[in-house]
């Protein structure tokens, strides 16, 4: 629900006619609030990593999307930190989050794409590699491999 409503509330702030009112200033004070400890508790996630300690870097982005929702960073990195411990489920709500975010990141697509093949949803994993393929198309290695993997998953459907 945040997610959405931080989208209507940004859309609030674009185009609110009166961007002197103290409600327009209120929540643009809180959305700056919020963006900045996303990225606080992004960079602190960063700094647990790079000491190998994932579980205070998954509190690290769990509260950056806390704040934030919508930070691409932030839920890339979750899932990809539940994918390496193969936990898949939150692995695939936090990529799907990120590829709502940005569509045209292949490392999110791809890792979304085996986290469903390994939970077994061989119909969203197909859809997944068909989104790949528009972003691929210019790597003729990569490409081939999408469709061989796409006609696999064919059988499986």
């Given at each position: 629900?945040?997610f ?16 002197d009112s ?64 193969k ?11 990120a ?20 939970l ?7 859809c ?18 999408i ?10 459907i």
């Amino acid at each position: 629900m945040k997610f959405l409503s931080d989208l209507f509330f940004e859309k609030y702030l674009k185009y609110a006619p009166q961007k002197d009112s103290e409600l327009y200033i209120e929540i643009q004070q809180t959305f700056e609030n919020s963006n900045f400890l996303a990225k606080e508790f992004y960079q602190k996630s960063l700094q647990a990593l790079s000491a190998n300690d994932k579980d205070t870097a998954i509190k690290s982005l769990t509260y950056s999307l806390e704040n934030n929702p919508r930070f691409y960073d932030s839920n890339f990195l979750l899932g990809k930190l539940y994918y390496e411990q193969k936990n898949y489920m939150p692995a695939i709500i936090y990529l799907k989050q990120a590829h709502c975010i940005d569509k045209k990141s292949l490392d999110t697509l791809e890792l979304l794409t085996t986290s469903l093949i390994e939970l077994g949803d061989f119909t969203s994993a197909y859809c997944c590699l068909k989104r790949i393929i528009p972003l691929v198309i210019n790597n003729e290695k990569k490409y081939l491999e999408i469709i061989k993997a796409i006609k696999s998953l064919e059988a499986s459907i």
